[in-house]
T-cell receptor, first 115, second 112 residues
Framework: DTEVTQTPKHLVMGMTNKKSLKCEQH?????MYWYKQKAKKPPELMFV???????INESVPSRFSPECPNSSLLNLHLHALQPEDSALYLC??????????????FGPGTRLTVL | GQQVMQIPQYQHVQEGEDFTTYCNSS?????IQWYKQRPGGHPVFLIQ?????EVKKQKRLTFQFGEAKKNSSLHITATQTTDVGTYFC????????????FGTGTRLQVTL
């Protein structure tokens, strides 16, 4: 299995809702990532988990809360989002054994719209 | 901050023409990767360059890493409609092993 899966594909939520994005990989990768991508822009790193521990938080607002329940799963909990948070949220994974040269494998993304 | 810029932002070519995108970093990179994102899709890894001055080829695609490890290029020979998409370079700045910084991207449109 060489793919990263993400659910849901699309999500529409109000500013008062609480929702979660899910990401799963079964490649034995030990590093997982959340990126945010706005239209016609590059992916922006949000969080990095390495061996199930949060290793990088790119000063992301607390209304985004990541969670790594185990080495195959990565969640992103959303609460009290703003319309400007509407974007494509990409999950990625990499082997994690050689961080300086790892290739990242991206999931198809969740397209989030905040009303 | 550590930025990676790409030029051009957008290029429209006729099928069969060549295409090049250039990637420039404000600081030295430990390595550079290239990704392709089709319209409506997600980034897909193409290649990684690690050594100064390295050149790699994949069929019609040629990738170069600059001698100073601050710039890179992707050249496509005889473009095809299947080459349509946005090409991103992505590099790791020295000392930030887990963090990949994406370039601004070049969107390629190919018409018959």
């Amino acid at each position: 299995d060489t793919e990263v899966t993400q659910t849901p594909k699309h999500l529409v939520m109000g500013m008062t809702n609480k929702k979660s994005l899910k990401c799963e990989q079964h490649m034995g990768h030990r590093a997982m990532y959340w990126y945010k991508q706005k239209a016609k822009k590059p992916p922006e790193l949000m969080f990095v988990y390495s061996y199930e521990k949060l290793s990088i938080n790119e000063s992301v607002p607390s209304r985004f809360s990541p969670e790594c329940p185990n080495s195959s799963l990565l969640n992103l909990h959303l609460h009290a989002l703003q319309p400007e948070d509407s974007a494509l949220y990409l999950c990625a994974s990499s082997p994690g054994w050689a961080p300086s040269t790892d290739t990242q494998y991206f999931g198809p993304g969740t397209r989030l719209t905040v009303l | 901050g550590q930025q990676v810029m790409q030029i051009p932002q957008y290029q429209h070519v006729q099928e069969g023409e060549d295409f090049t995108t250039y990637c420039n970093s404000s600081t030295t990179l430990s390595n550079i990767q290239w990704y392709k994102q089709r319209p409506g899709g997600h980034p897909v890894f193409l290649i990684q360059l690690v050594k100064s001055g390295e050149v790699k080829k994949q069929k019609r695609l040629t990738f170069q890493f600059g001698e100073a490890k601050k710039n890179s290029s992707l050249h496509i020979t005889a473009t095809q409609t299947t080459d349509v998409g946005t090409y991103f370079c992505a590099g790791r700045h020295t000392g930030t092993a887990s963090k990949l910084t994406f370039g601004t991207g070049t969107r390629l449109q190919v018409t018959l």
